[in-house]
């Protein structure tokens, strides 16, 4: 069964530094997501991302957030300068489409983020 | 703005029991519901969903019905076995509302003892 998949798993950072996280979604999905969780927290929303353009984001998704997908299979997102509030899991995830029935998004495990 | 509001957990419980986590949802017009999963040190999993009104999801033995007149979507299970210990999370999107982004409870921690 195609899955989302994530690298690293864990990833360890000094405050001010820049972190890339990978994801690698589903082949056929067209539609990508970013996703947070404070350890304790909801699941929160970055970004959303189609053809190529952020579709829709979040006020959480600032200046220091970017995001990319720089050939046909992965989808990354950068973190300018880490502050310790990052500190989180961060989950990618793929949909098909946007219809209705075909907005299902598949989430990939999970990287875990500690900004020192 | 759209939310999803859980029973506060955790929920512990035996073997064989009777499982419901209630969750109610406000959002204009009619949005998707959703059931993930998260299992411990692992990822978000779809369990369930339902794309209108009285819709009824399902899978592993779980169950959820759309009720736009109480606007919930309360998950159930028969009888929960110790591999359902998890967190649960509800959540919508309101395609309707031209929004993608799921929106999610704040989770509920299901713990089943033998």
């Known amino acids: 069964e195609p899955e989302v998949t994530q690298t690293p798993s864990h990833q360890v950072t000094q405050m001010g530094q820049e972190v890339i996280l990978r994801c690698v979604p589903i082949?056929?999905?067209?539609?990508f997501y970013w996703y947070r969780q404070i350890l304790g927290q909801k699941v929160e929303f970055l970004v959303s991302f189609y053809n190529n353009e952020i579709s829709e984001k979040s006020e959480i998704f600032d200046d220091q957030f970017s995001v990319e997908r720089p050939d046909g299979s992965n989808f990354t997102l950068k973190i300018r300068s880490t502050k310790l509030e990052d500190s989180a899991m961060y989950f990618c995830?793929?949909?098909?489409?946007?219809?209705?029935?075909?907005?299902?998004?598949?989430f990939g495990p999970g990287t875990r983020l500690t900004v020192l | 703005g759209d939310s999803v509001t859980q029973m506060e957990g955790p929920v512990t419980l035996s073997e064989e029991a009777f499982l419901t986590i209630n969750c109610t949802y406000t959002a204009t017009g009619y949005p998707s519901l959703f059931w993930y999963v998260q299992y411990p040190g692992e990822g978000l999993q779809l369990l369930l969903k339902a794309t209108k009104a009285d819709d009824k999801g399902s899978n592993k033995g779980f169950e959820a019905t759309y009720r736009k007149e109480t606007t919930s979507f309360h998950l159930e299970k028969g009888s929960v076995q110790v591999s359902d210990s998890a967190v649960y999370f509800c959540a919508l999107i309101n395609s309707g509302a031209g929004s993608y982004q799921l929106t999610f409870g704040k989770g509920t921690k299901l713990s089943v003892i033998p």
């Open positions: 995830a793929s949909s098909e489409a946007r219809g209705r029935g075909l907005d299902t998004q598949y």
């Open positions: 082949s056929n999905h067209l539609y």
